[in-house]
């Protein structure tokens, strides 16, 4: 199948499982979650929602709980939306890269803290250090008009 095609069912997908989550499903479970994006397989019969969810652990198992038990209803609104001979069985799962790309920003912070300790630099004198644009910008020369005589 083109791959074009199954970017646009994928899209497709992705929004009608973000509006579902959002503003249709009504399971107290499910709260705090961000639809990251929605893969389907090429014959359309099977798709995989991921999903973002803020919160702590058993948080995020009592949503991805719920979830699932909201799968057919889901499944029901992708029904409405897409005009294909089969509707793909979707399934949620947890992304984590969200999370983990916090926890990456969080060691490259804490990595710079350390480096500047070792140099000596106090972090607020780090900040200190940064420029505005402003004072890099070179002295404007008067233009041709301008110049006194």
Do not use: C, W
């Amino acid at each position: 199948m083109k791959s074009h095609r199954l970017a646009r069912v994928s899209e497709a997908i992705r929004e009608v499982a973000a509006n579902a989550i959002l503003f249709d499903i009504k399971d107290p479970r499910v709260k705090n979650v961000t639809v990251t994006r929605a893969e389907v397989s090429a014959d359309l019969q099977h798709a995989k929602v991921y999903v973002s969810i803020m919160g702590t652990e058993k948080e995020q198992q009592l949503t991805m709980h719920g979830l699932r038990s909201a799968a057919g209803f889901v499944q029901t609104k992708v029904a409405d939306r897409l005009t294909t001979r089969y509707v793909p069985h979707i399934t949620f799962i947890l992304d984590e890269g969200v999370k983990k790309s916090i926890e990456i920003a969080r060691l490259i912070r804490e990595e710079n803290e350390l480096a500047a300790a070792d140099a000596g630099i106090v972090p607020s004198e780090a900040d200190a250090g940064i420029q505005d644009e402003e004072d890099e910008k070179p002295a404007e020369r008067p233009g041709p008009a301008e110049q006194p005589e």
